[in-house]
Each structure stands twice: as C-alpha cells, then as structure tokens.
C-alpha cells in the first residue's frame, strides 16, 4: 500500500494528462499544471507555476473555463496532501514511542537475564547489584560511555579494554598508545645501559592503576575475559559474550561470579555458608559469603599469652589483647618477686649476678640474665692495650704492651698519640698548631690541647638590651646581663632589685595598709594601690539622723564624707493619681550656671557651684498599654506619654508583588474599604523596587528580567555557549531547553 501523497500524485499526473487532451497543450494547461504541482504544505500560488500568466488563446469564455478547472484541481490536491500530512505525522510518533518501549522493554529483559544467576541464589533479592546495575546501564546508554582519552563516545561494535582498579573504559587504540607513550616519558631519561633492565610500569589514566609493560593490551576480549573479539549481540550487554562471568571475588572466598559476563566490579558472594563464630562457642549458622564473619557476643575464655588467666573480651576476631591482670613474677634470673603485669613476664632486677665464671678466677658481673654466665671475658686471645697485638695468656695474668706506638686518637679528634703501647689514656695533645681565637679574629700558635682567646672585648648588646657584652674573646653567644635593673617600679615607691632584665620589672612585693573612715576595717593592698584604692566597706552602721521628708533613714555602712542621698521611694501623690515611685529627691544637688561670666579669656573658669534643692516628682512612669502604629505589639508606655507610637520595626505587610514585605519603619495604615487585615500593605506602605529574586530552574545561572512580580517566572530564553567535547565546536542554545534536558 503506497502513501496518500503518491497516490495524489498519481491522480494528478493522470488528471493533467486528461486536461491535456481536451484543451491542448496551450500554456494555460501546462500552467495549471504546474500549479497542481505544488509541493506538500504550499498554499495556494505558493507552487512552482503560481507566478505563469494564463495566456488566452480563444477568447473569455476558455480562460475562465480553464481557471476553474485549475483551481478545483488544486484544492483537491491541496485535501489529499493535508490528509497524507497528518496520516504520515500519527504513524511517525506512534511508531516511535512503540520503537522507544520496545527498546527499553529490551533492556529490562537483558538485565533480567544478567541477573538471574544471581538473584536465584539471594532469593530476588539485588540491593547488592546497584553499582554493577549502574555500569550496565551505562553501557546500554547511548554516549553515556566515554573514552577520557580521546574524549570520544564509546560504541558498540568498537574494540575497548577495561581497567581492573576503576572499571573505565577505553578504546583499545587509544589505551594501547596511551601505554606506549607513557613507557617512552618513562625511560627517556634513561642511558643506554640502563633501558630495558627494569620493566616500568605504565598507569591507567583514570585511576593511576600501573601496569606492567607485559600487561599492555594487544587484544579485544570480553569483560571476563573468555572470549576474544566477542561478537555484537543486541540481545547481550555491549562487548560481553554472554557467558558466566566466573571472575574471583574480592576478596577471595573460594567462589565465583554469578552474573553474566558484565562491565563494572562483580557484586559481593551471594553464596549461603554454614560458619560458626569468632570463638567457635556457638552453633554455626547460614549466613552470606561476603559477611559470614560474626560474633555471639559470650566471652572469648581462650587462654592468654601469660598463661594464667583467660579472655573476657567478648567474642571477636584475631589474636586475644595482653593479659590486663597483675601477678607476682620472679625476675630473670630468679632472686627477686614483684607484682607486674601478665603481660611483661620478663623482666630484669638491680643486682649483679655474681656467681663465679667457669675459669675459677673470676665472678659474672652481668645485671639480672638467664642462662648461663658464659666464659671469662678474659680468656682467649686478648688484644694489648694499642690494640695491634693479640695473646693467649691465663685470665689472672695481664696482657704486656707491645711496644709499638700507641697510635690512638687524641681528645683533640685531629692528632694520635705518639707514645709507646701504654695502659690508661694518652696524655693531653703537646703538639704546635695555628688556633684561631673564640671570637674569630685573631690566629696564633700554640700548644692543641690549650685554648686560645684574645683581649679584644665584645661590644654586641645583651640580651637586656641596655648593656655591653665586654666580655673578653666573646664567641657571640654573649651570657645575661649581671647587673643590677634599678628601675623605679610601679609603685612609685621602690625600685627592681633583680639582674637587668628585658621587658617590664616585677611587681613590688610589699604590701600597705588602708582604713576604712572609723579604723575598724583594715584592707591590705599591694604597694602603690593605696593612692588608688578606695577605703574598705565598714560593717557598722552609719548613725547620722535623716534630711529628707522620711521619718527614718536607710540603713547604711560606715563612709567618709556626707551621707549618701536616701533611696527610699518617694510616694508622693502625682497629678494621675499615681504614687511616685522615684527615689527622694529632698535634698538633690543641682549644678548653678551663668552665676558669674568671665572677664576675658585670661581669666581662669571658677569650679561648678553646686546647690542641694528640692525637685519637682518624676513624670509618671506608670506602664500603660498602648498599640504601635502598624499594629505590630502592644507596649506598655510610661503614664505620661501613653500614644499611638512607632515600635521602629519594619512595616512587614506583604506588597503587591506578593514577594515582599513594607520595609518601611512602623506607620500608620489606613484601612481601605473597611479592610482590617493587618497583613495586606495599606496606601502608606512602600511600592516594591526590586528586580525578581525567586529561584532559577536547576541549571539555569540567568536572572528574572522582569521586576518583582506576583507568580511563576517565565521561561529563560537566554542563549548559552556551550563546547563539544573535543572543544572545537561552539553550538548557542536557549537555556530552557537545556533546564527541560535535565
């Protein structure tokens, strides 16, 4: 069955033919036809021969006769190409949305059947073969693998190798140049006797896994490595031959993968085994191979290392820890017993063994040993007292000198002694050498063993830094400064007796006395703080009669100068029948001003004068509620300024833009048309400035361009520059459609 289109274009064809007939092969024909030939889609005048004039042969009546002929051939042409249109667009994405289902249909199948194996052992159970299942589907995934070296989609009929540390994969030409070339940086370097004699190994280049020269890939296998050159299957995982993987698992535990022949790590042993405990205590128990190790949790009880005592730990894997008890022990050498830990057995006492050496002659002078003392330290052959000589001589006797140069270094570490073989240290170094002074200024000759300083003084600074060194042939590390500080101290009072010192001196260690203003009170303070320091607090009472209105005065403490100022409440009748509540201020001291101007500026200012008066009570400080402006709280204000206020919060009624907030500090709103919510913004609120500020899509870096605005942002429309992967190519898309791709 052919497409409508053609069918049409059959029928038009056949239709041309038979105008042809009737009316020749005038250009009004072929123009009707050709105008009949428009393409699918075009309108009318729109075709090939829409811009052809009609020219009439035969007069009016066959030019209109023709044009109506014309125009009905074109509008039933104009129906089947619409019709054969939608018929042809229905098809296509019927066909490909069936194509796409079968597809992954297919790729649920595939994975079904990798799996199997696996699952039937785990009871359906894959939470263990999420990562391998990502690697696999990757693998089905069209450009989701990716060759790091080339930067190129890995296909399904290319030839790949599989790194064994992080499961990438590579093309085999560029993996197996990948390999050359590192192996050629590598031994560049290298001489010509060197290269060849170490096998250098060559890295992978995603995670540095190095290889042998031997293991550079030469050959296309499968994941499992059974089949070479394993062919393309569409019913297979990409480069797998469809076989049992049979891979060791990691870490070994004697069985083999279950899967199909897969990309990516094998998942762990689904295998059930029948394995006792740590301690080998409990009963074993089915558990799975990649986690058959456990505990039950009871006490270890094997035997520690001391012998004695058993584990307490509870059951867990390795060797049991050191013993953590304390025993009596007997010493090495078995003469003493102390209380020590099970875990150092072995330990040695203070005394000297002592027992007599198989020589007869002698006694073992060794600290606390086991075993036997061993022979003579002085039997056998015995150097002399140089050293170049050796003698068999009895333990009791001493080995003579041998009457060459004793040779041995001298105390100076330059020259050798020069005496004859002699017991005891060689004497001091006599010989006449060029020594340069301590201070390194100076050289003379002199006897080695003699040190050499000269008169020169040293003028560097001590570490005080006030004085000279003047230290005599000083090597530079000049020693602290012996003099006296004497500086005044803080007190004012003494001066620092201690050894000049950088930094501030030390406080002054005495102490002075202040009285309180009876003397009953006594406070000793560190020198200096007595000009300072306050009087103490007394305990007595203070028995001065009041001055105020009260008719008994507030207890208070002993005190120098007048007495403090009452404190008791005043409790006066106000104005709005409230107390007052302020402290009494009968007798408070007011400071007099303009009382005398001075004659000029050399006229030096007299002190403040101060009067004790009278004042007037405190305005009332009664807490009244009162409701701010904007409605946000209600405060209690002072009696005498209760009012409408302004709490001098942000406004916070939400704006026309519905993002928002008055930011305005706290006003008067009105209400409009009776309308009292307190969180739509009123005529004084604040009109909203701001650009849009909701969040983008995800991946989308562009701003709103629209102001602050009520609901959805519209689409972002912005083109974006984005690279391929060779990064040669530069494409501009809009950024929605990449928002949409992700």
């Known amino acids: 069955m052919e497409a409508a289109w053609r069918q049409a274009g059959r029928g ?19 123009g009707g036809a050709s105008g ?59 066909s490909s949305s069936e194509e796409e289902e079968d597809i992954e249909g297919k790729h649920v199948k595939i994975l079904a059947k990798t799996f199997t194996t696996y699952t039937n052992q785990t009871d359906g159970d894959a939470s263990e073969l999420e990562r391998t299942r990502q690697y696999v589907n990757e693998a089905f995934q069209s450009g989701a693998l ?121 998942p762990p042993c689904p295998k059930m085994v029948a ?89 073992c002078e060794q600290i606390c040993h086991s075993g036997p003392c061993g022979e003579c330290p002085r039997s056998g052959k015995r150097p002399c007292p140089c050293g170049k000589s050796k003698l068999f001589l009895p333990c009791t006797e001493d080995v003579p000198t041998c009457g060459d140069s004793c040779d041995r270094v001298l105390e100076c570490g330059i020259h050798r002694c020069s005496q004859r073989c002699h017991r005891g240290p060689c004497e001091i170094c006599r010989q006449e050498v060029e020594k340069q002074c301590r201070c390194g200024k100076h050289t003379k000759c002199m006897p080695c063993h003699k040190p050499y300083l000269c008169e020169t003084k040293c003028t560097k600074i001590r570490d005080c830094q006030k004085h000279q060194c003047k230290r005599k042939c000083c090597s530079g590390n000049c020693p602290p400064c012996d003099q006296l500080c004497g500086r005044t101290l803080g007190c004012r009072n003494h001066k620092c007796p201690s050894v000049c ?50 008719p008994s005065q507030e207890k208070h403490s002993c005190h120098f100068g007048p007495c ?39 006229e030096q200012p007299s002190e403040p004068t101060f009067i004790q008066t009278t004042l007037p009570c405190p305005p009332c400080q009664v807490p009244i509620p009162t409701e701010c402006l904007g409605q946000h709280e209600v405060s209690p204000l002072p009696c005498h300024s209760a009012g409408p206020y302004s709490c001098k919060r942000f406004c916070g009624r939400l704006l026309d833009c519905q993002n928002h907030t008055c930011m305005k500090e706290c006003h008067k709103c009105t209400k409009v048309n009776g309308n009292a919510d307190r969180e739509k913004a009123s005529p004084e609120c604040s009109q909203c400035e701001e650009a849009c500020t909701k969040p983008r899509p995800p991946g989308c870096p562009h701003s709103c361009v629209l102001p602050c605005h009520p609901g959805q942002c519209p689409p972002c429309v912005q083109m974006l520059k984005i690279k391929c992967h060779c ?8 950024c929605i459609i990449i928002e949409n791709q992700h």
Request: glycine share 8%; proline share 10%.
């Open 12 to 30: 038009r064809g056949r239709a041309r033919a038979r105008a042809g007939g009737q009316a020749g092969n005038g250009p009004c024909a072929r």
């Open 36 to 94: 009949g030939a428009a393409r699918p889609g075009l309108g009318p005048g729109q075709g090939r021969g829409a811009g052809t004039a009609c020219v009439p042969l035969t007069g009016s009546s066959s030019l209109g006769a023709t044009e109506l002929s014309s125009q009905k051939k074109f509008d039933e042409i104009k129906k089947a190409n619409q019709a054969a249109a939608k018929k042809f667009v229905e098809d296509q994405f019927s």
């Open 146 to 266: 990716t060759c790091l070296i080339c930067i190129a989609s890995v296909k399904r009929n290319q030839a790949v190798w599989s790194c064994s540390g992080c499961f990438c994969i590579f093309h085999m030409p560029c993996i197996q140049k990948w390999a050359k070339d590192s192996l050629f940086l590598i031994s560049s370097p290298l001489t010509d006797d060197d290269f060849g004699k170490k096998d250098y190994p060559w890295p992978c280049p995603k995670c540095r896994f190095e290889y042998k020269r031997s293991e550079t890939p030469t050959r296309y296998y499968c994941y499992c490595g059974k089949v070479e050159d394993p062919e393309l299957d569409p019913w297979l995982v990409p480069h797998s031959c469809g076989q049992v993987c049979e891979r060791e698992f990691k870490p070994p535990c004697g069985h083999k993968c279950l899967l199909l022949c897969h990309p990516g790590p094998c």
């Open 275 to 363: 394995i006792a405990c740590y301690c080998k205590k409990a009963k074993p128990v089915p558990r799975r191979c990649s986690t058959k190790e456990w505990s039950c949790q009871q006490p270890c009880g094997r035997k520690l290392p001391c012998g004695q005592h058993n584990c307490e730990n509870p059951c867990h894997p390795g060797n049991c820890q050191s013993c953590p008890r304390v025993s009596k022990q007997r010493c090495i050498c078995g003469r003493q017993i102390a209380e020590r830990l099970c875990a150092s057995p072995f330990w040695q006492c203070e005394q000297v063994c002592g027992r007599t050496l198989p020589c007869g002659n002698h006694t």
């Open 501 to 550: 010192h950088r930094g501030s001196c030390y406080p002054c260690p005495e102490t002075i006395d202040v009285l309180c203003n009876c003397g009953k009170t006594v406070l000793k303070v560190p020198c200096g703080r007595e000009r300072t320091t306050k009087p103490p607090k007394c305990k007595e009472l203070c028995s001065r009669p009041p001055t105020c209105h009260h």
């Open 564 to 602: 403090p100022a009452c404190h008791q409440s005043c409790q006066k009748v106000l104005k709005c029948s409230h107390l007052c509540p302020a402290s009494c201020h009968d007798e408070a001291l007011v400071k007099q001003t303009g009382l005398h101007q001075p004659a000029g500026p050399w």
């Open 727 to 734: 990064k040669l190519t530069n494409l501009y898309i809009e």
